[in-house]
């Protein structure tokens, strides 16, 4: 829209002079790039479609809850969003300091759907009124003592394994927390001072604090998804697909995968060109060396290598023009879940780069927004 307006501009104030035809040029071209993910958008919006169902089945969206319908996007491109930015629903959020080890404690951020979700039978009352005596004990119905207990989504933030914080996933934990879900945000400890599988082990003891506290933020551990970026969804994976790793109470039933990688030895090998992070070095800060020195390490790290039947359903999302994780590597995840008999959606946008969806109100990020909403309402129903 701006490269229009300004290409607008410059033909309206039209001079005869070679700097102005270098402008006009300059503006065309930057107007034809811009418009490239216009033109790409038909194609791969009918792609996501036909893996979403390919997948779930065709009429996967009639097996959706009709009040959770109600609250998906309407389309997945919605251009108020694309001006205003994604509206964003106020939620409480909690925040914990999780014990680890040795005085070593982690923050966890518990995100809380809306009252009107927590109570839909009840009317949110006027904070001017007055407040009730309440019933004695002996008087309070089973309504008034049981709330309903919430699908749990548990995000991942991303950062190489090097850095990063549960605050970076808050726009999206806001937001799914708004659609009726309890949202947890956790952390692990970072390379190179922790090597590998130190982030299982915190993890772990992430889920087993929301078992331990399920009853009190009603959270219903039958129905829980992970949901990671980058190193994030690494970790995502690894943990969705080793049931070993789930304390006893907890089912994972999805995973969502946020350009995450899959095979690290293979990555460590085959870099991306630029390497703007130099991957050898980060994932040797991870692992404590290279695929010749701790092989073992590499492929017990790596979730292609953990892909087996019966894994909870996965949703991946990969940029063509990633210059950190290949996209060949979520293509190679995607074939190997389908040939196990596994639920598995790829989708890609072949104009998006790594970390896409920072700029939320982006094609990118609403056209992941609209299926992983889906998937979640599916998996989670």
């Known amino acids: 829209l701006g490269n229009s307006v300004l290409l607008l501009g410059a033909i309206a104030s039209y001079q005869s002079t070679l700097s102005w035809h270098v402008v006009l040029g300059c503006l065309s071209l930057c107007l034809i790039l811009s418009s490239l993910p216009l033109l790409q958008l038909p194609a791969t919006l009918h792609l996501a479609h036909n893996q979403m169902e390919s997948a779930l089945g065709q009429d996967y969206l009639s097996q959706i809850p009709r009040e959770k319908r109600q609250q998906l996007r309407s389309r997945p491109i919605v251009l108020r969003d694309l001006i205003q930015g994604i509206k964003m629903t106020d939620v409480q959020c909690d925040r914990h300091s999780l014990p680890i080890s040795n005085g070593t404690s982690l923050p966890l951020n518990l995100y809380h759907p809306p ?10 009352p006027n904070p001017n009124s007055k407040i009730p005596n309440p019933k004695p004990s002996s008087e309070a119905t089973q309504s008034d003592i049981l709330k309903p207990s919430h699908p749990t989504l548990i995000t991942f933030y991303g ?8 605050d970076e996933t808050a726009d999206f934990s ?14 692990y400890r970072h390379a190179p001072d922790h090597l590998f599988p130190t982030q299982l082990n915190d993890v ?12 009190e933020y009603n959270i219903d551990p039958s129905r829980v998804a992970l949901v990671g970026w980058s190193a994030g969804a690494h970790l995502a994976l690894l943990t969705a697909y ?6 006893s109470g907890l089912n994972i039933r999805a995973v969502a995968n946020y350009y995450g990688p899959v095979d690290l030895a293979e990555g460590y090998r085959d870099l991306p060109h630029p390497d703007p992070i ?6 040797t800060d991870f692992l404590g060396g290279s695929p010749t020195e701790v092989p073992d390490r590499y492929r017990e790290a790596s979730p292609l ?10 949703l991946s999302i990969y940029g063509d023009r990633d210059h950190i994780v290949k996209p060949i590597f979520g293509q ?22 790594h970390a896409f969806d920072k700029v939320s109100q982006g094609l990118g990020n609403q056209i992941a927004l609209y299926y992983v909403e889906r998937f979640f309402a599916w998996t989670l129903r």
């Not at 009252?115 to 949110?124: E, G, R």
């Not at 950062?159 to 549960?166: E, K, L, Q, R």
């Not at 130099?278 to 994932?283: E, M, P, T």
């Open 332 to 353: 190679r995840l995607d074939q190997q879940l389908r040939q196990k008999g596994n639920h598995s959606i790829l989708i890609r946008l072949p104009w998006a780069e």
């Open 159 to 166: 950062g190489g394994w090097h850095n990063g914080h549960p």
């Open 174 to 187: 806001r937001y799914m927390a708004a659609q009726g879900y309890v949202v947890v945000a956790i952390a």
């Open 242 to 247: 080793q049931s070993h790793l789930w304390p």
């Open 305 to 314: 290598y953990q892909i087996q039947a019966g894994l909870p359903s996965t």
């Open 278 to 283: 130099d991957g050898r070095a980060v994932l």
């Open 115 to 124: 009252l009107k979700i927590q109570h839909p039978n009840s009317k949110i």
């Open 204 to 215: 772990q003891m992430a889920l087993r604090w929301i078992v331990e506290h399920h009853t």
